[in-house]
Structures are given as structure tokens and as C-alpha cells.
């Protein structure tokens, strides 16, 4: 059987740096999760959004909306930072599949090349 890479904890690590919102797809809902800001990998082989750590091996797919809204001020509009070229560049270099969809991007579970 060969190995396979973990590769959970580098979307969290690029979803921290980017300040983008994620939404994760358990396999045993209909509907995938509300967009959230929260997403962590607590320990290997589980990740954890607003409903609380989850067996990896639960998970159908994560989207990704790489468009982050900023806050500027009180009585200004959020500014909307577009992170698309560089979530497509950091999944390419992490060897992540991905498939672009309205929202985003949407990583499946099994998603490694």
C-alpha cells in the first residue's frame, strides 16, 4: 500500500496566511457547511470547521472562496482581496488536485497527485 502525504495541513496554513473562507463537505451531510474563517487540522488524520473535529476519511471535499474581504474602516465598504493566482499556484507547487467551481476552488479528499 503506499504512503499517502497529508497534505490538510498546508491548505491551513495557506488559509491563515490568506484570510480566505472555507466551507467542508462531510459525507454524511446533504449540504456542505456554511463559509467560515475557521479551519484547522487539531491532529493528524482529522479536521476541524464549525462543526468540530472530523475524521479526514469523513470528508467529501473543502472549497476555498479566494476572494478576502478586508475591513478598512467604519464607514467604508470591505475591500475584496483576490488570492486566485496564488491559491492556483500554491496547490500546483503542493501537488494538490483541485477543481475550480463557482466559489473557488474545491479540494476532494483524495485530491493528491
Not at 19 to 36: D, L
Not at 77 to 91: G, K, N
Amino acid at each position: 500500500m503506499s504512503q499517502t502525504f497529508n497534505f490538510w495541513p498546508a491548505v491551513e496554513e495557506k488559509l491563515r496566511s490568506t484570510h480566505c473562507r472555507s466551507r467542508i463537505k462531510w459525507s454524511q451531510c446533504v449540504e456542505p457547511g456554511k463559509w467560515t474563517h475557521f479551519f484547522i487540522v487539531p491532529t493528524d488524520g482529522y479536521i476541524e470547521g464549525r462543526l468540530g473535529p472530523i475524521p479526514v476519511r469523513e470528508v467529501d471535499w473543502v472549497e476555498i472562496d479566494p476572494i478576502a474581504l478586508q475591513d478598512v474602516g467604519r464607514l467604508i465598504p470591505q475591500r475584496q482581496i483576490d488570492h486566485t493566482a496564488a491559491w492556483m499556484s500554491y496547490l500546483a507547487q503542493q501537488g494538490i488536485r483541485f477543481q475550480r467551481v463557482e466559489s473557488g476552488f474545491r479540494i476532494y479528499n483524495d485530491a493528491m497527485e
